[in-house]
């Protein structure tokens, strides 16, 4: 979900690509369907959304999604009563049954974050030059932000499967991932930084 100026709050549903508004009295209600969404039979379909920080002025809103030839993020706009238009402004990550991420989220520094997993292809989480197994941070417009560590879409890498993001007081970024066999991982994100997947998981090195 991702919260409208008002309170209430628009809702993502995974596998009927619908989007709802969800008031604070407790009303739901769809506004629209996200366009060109497929499911993948498992952790795919509609990801997640993420209102611009100027939806009062611009009246974007943000989609994570997978679609025929992988997952992309889109803008579309909502007016408070329907979703409308659709334009892509990131595609290239490649997607499975399992192992998308999904999440995107403005950050407190106004660019979009979004987490994408390894797609089940381990050694893509490795390679800053991919997509998958990451943090991406993107300008609204689907550009690497300023400042990214290897000039391209890429925060952080060596992810295996990511998925909730949030800031902290301090403004410090934290992410959720699943873990392989034991360890699920809470983790402090830093630019650049390798957190090693598939060499370890957790803090703990990988056997066997």
Known sequence: MSWLPDGSALLT????????????DGTKKEVGKVPNVVT????????????????????????????????RIARMTFDGGELGDYKVVVDGIKKNRYHNGGRIKFGPDGYLYATTGDAQDEDLA????????KILRMTPDGKPAPGNPFGNLVHSYGHRNPQGITWDAQGRLWDGGLGARTYDE????????????PTCEASVPRTG
């Open 13 to 24: 549903e995974r596998d009927s690509f619908t989007v709802h508004t969800l008031t604070q």
């Open 40 to 71: 993948t039979g498992g952790e795919g379909g509609l990801l997640s959304i993420a209102v611009s920080p100027s939806w009062q002025t611009d009246h974007h809103v943000y989609v994570m999604h997978s679609a025929k030839e992988g997952n």
């Open 126 to 133: 490795q390679d800053t030059s991919s997509l998958n197994g």
């Open 186 to 197: 809470l983790n402090l994100i830093e630019p650049g930084k390798n957190y090693g997947w």
